[in-house]
């Protein structure tokens, strides 16, 4: 999804003392430096056969997208959302593992990377990548599994075209361009040596919706054939996903269905090291019906189960209706041969500084439709 960044200032507050002083700053291959000495061994997520395996368990999962948890620097706020989460009976979590800049953002503003020509920077310092540690090590003690993605197609947070600034090109030339690609690799390699021995990581995943329009397709499905081996080879237990829209299959003909954005889901699905599939549903910013969102999920479910992989409904949302629109989508998913999980756009809560970012897709938890959409569907899945 892409979203705006104004409004929610209080990600890029001045650093607290409380994550100064961030118990989880040693946070590397599942330990916590805070904890007891002990690491407790767990299975880690896994595929079984078109279905997802959760801690021995091999069923249907739901689970929710948060953005701004990444980039918030009060522990307490990371711990309520999370609380409320677990509460829920929601067990996956996608987040943002990026936050790129090209100049230095400022004192105590959270970002990851510092892109340049002459040298990129990857900050693991406490406005840096122990933000995502805390909320690795949170999310762990409550047992949720996370999704992290490592670059964005849209502007917000950096994203392809923060790489395109320090590095030239374009976004489409970003996944053939060989420095763009070289600092890419650094930062995942960054990323998942911190995580790679934690049953905390659900998926590592490439991107937050990667098109590369007017491109032949084979260009991205190279570039995901090639990254997510790189990924395998830093870390063969995880699993691995390309965070595409699943664009490009065949249908009837409506945007969705064309390559015109350079995807092709059934080549990416057929990617040996990606070991399940994921799509977006947005009909009215597609131009497309709200119903033909229910045979959008049944399309992608067939060439899932063809393929013989998982297939997740990663994102999905309308603004307007959500229990009557959103729950008939979450009915169809739940029950269609070839889908495991679905994710909804997005999580919203009130934390310290306010009421979390409202893009009008928002479900807020306590609400009516959180009640529908993430209280009565986990009761249905059961």
């Known amino acids: 999804m892409r979203y705006p960044t104004a409004g929610f200032l209080y990600l890029v507050s001045i650093v607290s003392a409380e994550a100064r002083s961030l118990c989880s700053s040693k946070y590397y291959k599942g330990e916590v430096a805070c904890q007891t000495g002990s690491i407790v061994a767990a299975e880690f997520p896994s595929v079984n056969g078109t279905m997802f395996n959760i801690d021995g368990t091999t069923k249907y999962f739901a689970g929710t997208n948060s953005y701004w948890i990444s980039f918030l620097t009060n522990n307490a706020d990371v711990d309520k959302t999370l609380d ?34 002459s040298g990129s920077t990857i900050n693991t310092g406490a406005n840096g990548l122990q933000r995502l540690d805390y909320v690795v090590s949170a999310a762990e003690t409550r047992g949720i599994k996370l999704i992290i993605n490592f670059v964005n197609n849209w502007d917000d947070y950096g994203g392809m075209a923060a790489y395109v600034r320090a590095f030239g090109g374009s976004k489409t030339s970003w996944y053939t361009n060989t420095a763009a690609q070289t600092q890419y690799k650094a930062y995942i390699k960054a990323v998942v040596s911190r995580y790679a021995d934690s049953s905390v990581i659900f998926a590592w995943e490439l991107a937050n919706e990667p098109r590369c329009n007017g491109c032949n397709t084979k260009v991205l499905t190279d570039w995901a054939a090639s990254t997510s081996a790189y990924v395998k080879s830093l870390d063969p237990n995880h699993m691995v996903t390309l965070g595409d829209e699943g664009f490009g299959l065949s249908g009837d003909g409506s945007y969705p269905y064309q390559f015109t954005e350079g995807v092709d889901f059934v080549a990416n699905l057929g990617i040996e090291t990606l ?8 009909p009215e910013h597609w131009g497309t019906s709200n119903d033909w969102g229910n045979r959008w999920v049944e399309s992608h479910g067939a060439a899932c189960a063809a393929a013989g992989k998982p297939c997740m409904l990663e994102e999905y949302g309308s603004t307007t209706d ?6 008939k989508w979450q009915d169809t998913a739940l029950s269609t041969d070839g889908l495991a999980a679905d994710l909804f756009w997005q999580l919203g809560t009130t934390l310290s500084t306010g009421q979390t970012h409202n893009d009008g897709f928002t479900i807020y938890v306590g609400s009516n439709e959180w009640t529908c959409l993430a209280t009565e569907h986990i009761t249905s899945i059961g």
Request: charged share 15%.
């Open 84 to 117: 409320e989460l677990a509460d829920s009976g929601h067990k996956i979590l996608r987040i943002w593992g990026f936050n790129d800049v090209t100049s230095n953002p400022g004192s105590g503003t959270v970002y990851f990377q510092s892109l340049s020509a």
């Open 275 to 282: 070991d399940f599939g994921t799509f977006h549903m947005y």
């Open 322 to 327: 959500h229990c009557g629109i959103e729950g």
